[in-house]
């Protein structure tokens, strides 16, 4: 939808991931308007910017589906409710109004709503460093992979130990023309099974070993790298590619300055998820409590929580529960 300078809607969602995709879905149900607020250029979130590819196995009803297929089935779901998408634009400032909350945005444009629900998931992200790969990034070195063709047919070396580099790994061993996954310690923080799904695989697992240099071509392109491993062996492997899956560090930028309760870059809520401060409301990753199990699936279920709260608060006439979704027409 076109938007107009300032904006006054019912609810404003900081954060398009799945949660806030959800949300907006659900808000829409319950006859709510809203504006949903994200400083990436693309819905999705996280899933969009990092994982499009990779396949998605604890969302019900789905064995499997693909990141990108997941957020395009969002979109469509919330599209009836004429969403107003705020996209590459960050959430800076909130204060309360009379009958609500303003929240401005970078470039000073005003969101009015009755309140905010905060599901940004692990906030504003930057993904750790390669010290050898120091200007290889987007020559032959990524972070994530957005396009798996892209490495069709290719020698390509997974750095890493946790969940995300035996997932590329995974996912990248039936199109190129080899996998090698690079660990500097001997365990992994990725869970067993997919470290077993792998190796049963026949992707090559170096353990104890660090790349210490990325060398290019007469092509100017990545060709090979070196590790070094413990006790003071040398390896030199092919690769035109290196997948650089080392975590990311995370911040929730101006949101920790609204005056809510946050440790350790997640928001306290209650049970209504209800944060510290009035009108304001948090789901997804973002939210915390004792016994908070981070899963795509606890996402949608406290969006549902949040916005039907919220649908009392701004009417305290409505009904908390709104029926279910199968019975509209």
């Known amino acids: 939808m076109s938007t107009p300078e300032d904006l006054s809607v019912d609810i404003v969602i900081v954060g398009a991931g799945p949660t806030g995709l959800f949300a907006g879905y659900y808000a829409g149900f319950r006859g709510l308007t809203m504006a949903i607020v994200d400083s990436l250029p693309e819905s999705g979130g996280q899933v969009t910017a990092m994982y499009p590819e990779k396949m998605i196995y604890d969302v ?120 090698t996954l690079v660990h500097r310690r001997a365990r992994f923080r990725a869970a067993e099974s997919i470290v077993r799904e792998v190796r049963d695989l026949g992707v090559r697992i170096i353990t104890d070993a660090e790349v210490t240099e990325l060398r290019g071509g007469d092509d100017g392109g990545l060709a090979e790298v070196t590790l070094e491993i413990k006790g003071g062996q040398q390896e030199v492997l092919p690769a035109q590619s290196v997948v650089a899956a080392l975590g990311f560090t995370a911040d929730l930028g101006p949101i920790e300055n609204w005056g809510l309760e946050i440790d350790h870059r997640s928001i306290a809520v209650d049970s209504t998820m209800a944060t510290a401060r009035e009108r304001v409301y948090a789901a997804g990753d973002v939210a915390a409590y004792p016994g908070k199990v981070k899963l795509i699936a606890t996402g949608f279920g406290e969006a549902a929580t949040a916005v039907n709260n919220i649908a009392v608060l701004l009417n305290p006439d409505a009904h908390l529960f709104p029926g279910h979704s199968s019975n509209v027409e």
């Not at 990034?137 to 490495?151: I, K, N, S, T, W």
């Not at 290719?154 to 080899?178: C, E, H, K, N, T």
């Open 60 to 179: 019900g009803g789905f064995p499997a589906v693909r990141g990108r297929d997941l957020v395009k089935g969002l979109v469509e779901q919330v599209a009836p409710w004429k969403p107003i998408y705020l996209l590459g634009r960050k959430a800076e400032g909130l204060a309360q109004v009379d009958d609500g909350v303003e929240l401005t945005l970078d470039g000073g444009q005003r969101v009015r709503a009755g309140a905010v629900l905060v599901t940004a998931g692990i906030g504003e992200f930057t993904p750790r460093p390669l010290p050898a790969g120091d200007g290889w990034l987007g020559r032959g070195m990524v972070h994530f992979v957005p396009a798996l063709d892209a490495h069709q047919g290719q020698d390509v070396v997974v750095v890493g130990g946790g969940d995300s580099a035996f997932d590329w790994a995974l996912a990248l061993r039936p199109i190129a023309s080899s996998v």
